[in-house]
C-alpha cells in the first residue's frame, strides 16, 4: 500500500444563545469562495438560524454567531510496512 495524502475543509460556526450559551455546527467542503465579507453581510443565514437554533440548557433565543471559521487539515498516512 503507497502513502496516502487526504486533505479536509470545514466550516465551523458557534452560535450563541441569550441565556450565554453556544453550540458549534460543522460543515464539510465550504465553498472555496466564502470570505469573511460575504458571511457578515449574510443576513438571510443569521435570520434563518434565529428561527432554527434554540439553546440546550434553556431553550434560549438565537443571539448572533460567537465565530466562524474554515479549518482546511492535510493528513499523511504512510505506509510502514517492511517490503519483501
Do not use: C, H
Not at 438560524?49 to 465565530?67: E, P
Request: aromatic fraction near 10%.
Amino acid at each position: 500500500m503507497p502513502d496516502k495524502t487526504t486533505r479536509t475543509r470545514r466550516l465551523k460556526l458557534v452560535a450563541s444563545f441569550t441565556d450565554g450559551d453556544y453550540r458549534t455546527i460543522t460543515t464539510k467542503n465550504p465553498k472555496r469562495s466564502l470570505t469573511k465579507k460575504n458571511f457578515a453581510a449574510d443576513t438571510e443565514l443569521t435570520k434563518a438560524a434565529a428561527q432554527a437554533l434554540v439553546g440546550d440548557k434553556l431553550g434560549a433565543a438565537f443571539n448572533g454567531w460567537k465565530s466562524a471559521k474554515i479549518i482546511e487539515q492535510t493528513f499523511k498516512f504512510f505506509d510502514l510496512r517492511k517490503e519483501q
